[in-house]
């Protein structure tokens, strides 16, 4: 068994209270990070090749690298905890089981970019992660890695949870800035990008609740050692969140670089009996969909490109035969249509046109131009929106229908569903879970 | 500065500009919904997205600004394709009620469905049903079906009138706009929201059902509501005006005006005196003229000019005003009491409404050199108590709170001459002599607002009735005394008065530095 970083204690009976998690070793790495200027962190996070992840992968040395230096500017911390990407849930497993680690890596970002301020912006829906980090704040406040003058060290660092109102739309970056401020949950336009202008018009930075509970193990470790579990641009173990039909579905820690394949049989136990692989999506509901001929491929953002897809937040949807391509498509169009903020015309009206579409076709009442319809309507979506949730749209979509335009074109000629009754099965599944 | 190419047209524009302005420089238009030259850029609409070469997405150009060296199509086949897209996003949910909106014919939605989609619609599942007749505030009426949430009227309560009375409630298609709780669109501007409004979503309570817009027709004037002077469009039919929209002028009122001034409209209809009149009977200018002179010629023979009392109006237009002084001078003579009459102060604020109800009060002040010594409604009321007035010779029937003193004291004087564009209720049964006069919309002449601007009301139909511009009835009556003054055209009257003032000419057009976006 490899060594665990990021899951280490999430079989340790309470970890999540103080004591547990310092008698782990939690917080013994403060002194070493504290014993770094900016420079040398960044160059140690650049070094790791930790990518985002919240989705978008972005290099998080780099981005820390853009975080202004003058000392006399308010910035801000916010860890993005909003979780809410369909066949997604990781983070919650660290606010849960492990918030202290989170806790930790905020000090450690705060000292290393002079931010005093951090918010750690959860879905409401997640109360125990709230609860928990609550509980944590409090007690690490208590022992002094929280408020003034932390460790002694100069570093004043305040720290609090904020529960949002529960819209997916509140993960994007800029819409959860503008909900942390109080206002409805839109996206901004960028530029400029938080680091510039972000929570209060202030230099923000954004990063993901696992990107920031890495940064203890990176700044104990070093970059490098960090860098080596993975592969070339693609730094450090990872949470990959396993779902579907699947013996095991589950949260896992593996490297960066393993393949689908393996994630699939050594972590998720293999398909379940009867089930055969047909098709997954490989880091949440808004990344193409992927044929089994792809299980190759590596969990790395350009691997996962070149495969098709992408890497999303690392959390893969493995479906078996009995699963409707269309339905999928029409339920993912639901989800994207429902949480639509609303603001731009495209995502707005597109996706709530789209879902109307392909529920039609799953009704069985698609008209055979209904499939030209569609792509015409999501090229129409497809990057003339504020923020990227268009385009999650859009690429699922797309890649269902290029994948599997044969079911689509059986539904509209058949003017049926040719799966089982979706509602039988679904109920099946409920009871035997 | 940085240049750049907009369809092969090379431009060169500050910096920071943004591409739909820089669009407009060289010549092109960008279609556009969220947009509005006066308010800040929510880029939500997407209708502007142009083409920059080099980069991978369109832009949205009400957004992004121009680098140097930029190439920049905003009519290419993928623009198109995008406008097209967003026209027919748009449209999913729209009722299309156009037949029944009092927007058809003005809206910015059927201009560019026309010029850019002008496609039958392919949505055939139900549409999205929203609030349809919302009472958003006292003077406005809200559709969410036809708002395409645009957030205009929103930036406009939130960066113009800083009053922030509406947001986006609800989210996705499901979003209208509605006001905070506890809150009414109610600000002295809110009609201004439905001009902004590029569709029918905000409609005037007072304006709707009422005429198709294109029945309208539109002439330049200005607001009389107050010494702003806000730049107007009155839209009229038959003869009659129907509304007021604010016209562009950055000296002013930029895109603005109170709704207030917006529904003084009305008076230009209402309570009008049509006929000339002679103690109380109907009568004709030609008899009219010669019976005003005479009993005014007695007055003055027999107990001086002094005992005339003048009132000239600050709701007169500059021209008028001219001509009633040469009338005090001339037909009246030295020593003639002058008073000056006029709606009494309201309130003010920062923006546009000012406290001074009058037009052309620093107009008054110019042509007559000052108005030191000319004394208000209520020192017309002294003087008519103390019985130091034998006759009174009044334009309008503006008195504010000294109404009721006048018209008290009114009865009392030997003769009453009324020269007014309305029947002032109970002036009328007290004048001896009734002149109809013309309203601004009625004629031509020019104001000068607080800020000393000059501006030009011009003619937007023929005065009502037997009614006659005030300058010419002056020429009238001092003609039938043995006066002649010597005009015929109103720019004659422009050329001395400009001469004899200080008074600048006014500007033809307000013009700007660089051609605007439209709104
Ligand atoms: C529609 C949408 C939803 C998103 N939701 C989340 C989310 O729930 N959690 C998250 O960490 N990032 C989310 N993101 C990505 C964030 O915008 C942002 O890229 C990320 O928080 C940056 O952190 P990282 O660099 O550590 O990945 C979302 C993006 C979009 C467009
Ligand atoms: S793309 Fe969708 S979610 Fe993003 S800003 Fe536009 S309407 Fe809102
Ligand atoms: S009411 Fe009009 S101005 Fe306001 S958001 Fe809707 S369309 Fe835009
Ligand atoms: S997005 Fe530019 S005008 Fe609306």
Redesign the interface.
């Known amino acids: 068994m490899e060594e665990k970083y990021l899951s280490r204690h999430f079989g340790i009976d309470k970890a999540y209270n103080l004591d547990v998690y310092e008698q782990q070793g939690g917080y013994s790495t403060l002194p070493k990070a504290f014993a770094m200027d900016t420079d040398a962190i960044i160059a140690e996070m650049k070094k790791s090749n930790l990518r985002g992840r919240g989705g978008a992968g972005f290099p998080t040395g780099v981005k820390w690298g853009f975080m202004p230096r003058d000392s006399d500017v308010e910035k801000y911390l916010v860890v993005n905890a909003d979780e809410g990407e369909p066949g997604t849930f990781k983070d919650r497993m660290i606010m849960e089981l492990d918030p202290h680690r989170l806790i930790e890596g905020c000090v450690m970002t705060a000292w290393a970019l002079g931010l005093r301020t951090g918010y750690i912006f959860v879905r409401g829906e997640l109360q125990l992660a709230i609860r928990r980090l609550e509980v944590a704040i409090k007690q690490a406040y208590e022992k002094g890695y929280l408020g003034k003058n932390v460790l002694g060290k100069g570093l004043d660092f305040d720290l609090y949870v904020h529960s949002s109102a529960g819209?997916y739309?509140c993960g994007e970056e800029t819409g959860l800035i503008e909900g942390l401020e109080g206002k409805?949950?839109q996206p901004r336009?960028k530029p400029p990008f938080p680091a510039i202008v972000g929570v209060f018009n202030k230099p923000t930075l954004v990063n993901n609740v696992e990107t920031i509970a890495a940064v203890p193990f990176i700044l104990e470790h070093g970059g490098e050692h960090w860098a080596s579990m993975g592969i070339e641009r693609n730094g450090g173990p990872k949470l990959y969140g396993l779902s579907g039909h699947i013996n095991k579905p589950g949260v896992y820690e593996a490297p960066s670089g393993i393949t689908v394949r393996e994630l699939l049989e050594r972590f998720g136990g293999g398909m379940r009996e009867g089930s055969d692989l047909k098709a997954f999506i490989p880091g949440g509901s808004s990344c193409a969909v992927l044929l089994p001929e792809s299980l190759d491929a590596q969990m790395g953002f350009e691997t996962l490109r070149e495969a098709g897809s992408s890497m999303g937040t690392g959390c893969i949807t493995f479906m078996d035969q009995t699963t409707c391509m269309v339905r999928l498509s029409a339920r993912l169009a639901h989800f994207y249509?429902?949480?639509?903020?609303?603001?731009?015309?495209?995502c707005?009206?597109?996706?709530?046109?789209a879902y109307?579409?392909l529920n039609?076709i799953e009704a069985g009442q698609g008209t055979p131009d209904d499939l030209a319809?569609i792509q015409d309507?999501i090229?129409?979506?497809a990057?003339?929106?504020?923020c990227a949730h268009g385009d999650s749209l859009v690429i699922p979509v797309r890649s269902y229908i290029e994948k599997f335009g044969q079911e689509f074109e059986d539904h509209v000629q058949n003017k049926r569903c040719p799966f089982p009754r979706w509602r039988k099965m679904r109920n099946t599944q409920r009871m035997s879970a | 500065m940085p240049v750049l190419t907009i369809n092969g047209t090379e431009v060169e524009v500050d910096r920071g500009t943004t591409l739909l302005k820089a669009a407009a420089v060289a010549g092109y238009e960008v279609p556009h919904f969220c947009y509005h030259p006066a308010l800040s850029s929510p880029a939500n609409c997407r209708m502007c997205l142009v083409e920059v070469e080099g980069a991978p997405k369109l832009m949205p150009g009400c957004y992004n600004q121009v680098n140097d060296g930029m190439i920049v199509h905003t009519e290419s086949d993928r623009v198109k394709r995008a406008r097209k897209a967003v026209l027919e996003f748009i449209l999913v949910n729209h009722p299309v009620d156009c037949p029944i909106c009092d927007k058809a014919g003005e809206c910015k939605l059927q201009d560019y469905y026309f010029a850019y989609d002008a496609q039958e619609s392919r949505m055939r599942a139900e549409k999205q049903h929203k609030v349809k007749v919302y009472p958003i505030g006292p003077r406005v009426v809200y559709d969410g079906e036809r708002c395409i949430l645009c957030t205009r009227c929103i930036r406009f309560c939130e960066e113009i009138t800083g009053t922030g009375e509406l947001t986006l409630a609800d989210r996705g298609d499901k979003a209208e706009v509605r006001t905070f709780p506890g809150q009414d669109l109610d600000n002295d501007y809110s009609l201004c929201t439905v001009d902004v409004c590029p569709v029918g979503a905000l409609t005037s309570r007072d304006f709707r059902f009422k005429r198709r817009v294109w029945l309208l027709t539109s002439t330049d004037s200005v607001c009389t509501g107050c010494e702003m002077g806000c730049n107007i469009h009155l839209d009229h039919f038959r003869n009659t005006t129907e509304r007021y929209r604010p016209r562009y002028n950055p000296a002013v009122n930029d895109y603005w005006m109170c709704d207030d001034g917006r529904l003084s409209y009305k008076a230009l209809n209402e309570g009008r005196l049509e006929h000339p009149m002679l103690n109380g009977a109907q009568a004709t200018w030609h008899t009219i003229a010669g019976a005003a002179a005479s009993k005014l010629a007695a007055v003055i023979e027999k107990n001086g000019a002094s005992s005339v009392g003048f009132v000239i109006s600050p709701q007169a237009t500059s021209e008028d005003l001219f001509l009633a002084k040469m009338f005090a001078e001339t037909a009246i003579g030295e020593g003639v009491r002058l008073f000056i009459n006029g709606n009494d102060p309201g309130s003010s604020d920062e923006l546009l409404i000012r406290a001074d109800k009058n037009p052309n009060r620093a107009g008054a002040r110019l042509v007559f050199g000052g108005l030191d010594g000319v004394g208000d409604a209520s020192a017309l009321a002294d003087a008519l108590e103390a019985g130091e007035l034998e006759a009174v010779y009044m334009m309008g029937t503006e008195l504010g709170a000294a109404r009721g003193r006048v018209e008290a004291g009114l009865d009392d004087v030997g003769l009453f001459v009324l020269q007014a564009a309305h029947q002032g209720g109970v002036l009328l049964d007290a004048a001896h002599v009734a002149l109809p006069a013309a309203t601004h919309a009625e004629k031509r002449g020019t104001f000068v607002n607080c800020d000393a601007v000059v501006q030009t009301v011009d003619q937007a139909y023929p005065p009502n009735a037997d009614a006659l511009p005030d300058w010419q009835i002056f020429m009238k009556v001092a003609g039938a005394m043995g006066h002649k003054l010597p005009f015929t055209f109103l720019r004659q009257i422009q050329d001395r008065m400009f001469e004899a003032s200080e008074a600048p000419e006014p500007e033809e057009t307000a013009t700007e530095e660089a051609p605007a976006p439209a709104e």
């Open positions: 819209a739309i409805p949950g336009m249509h429902h949480e639509s903020c609303g603001q731009c015309t495209p707005r009206e597109g996706t709530g046109w109307k579409v039609a319809l309507m090229t129409g979506i990057g003339n929106t504020i």
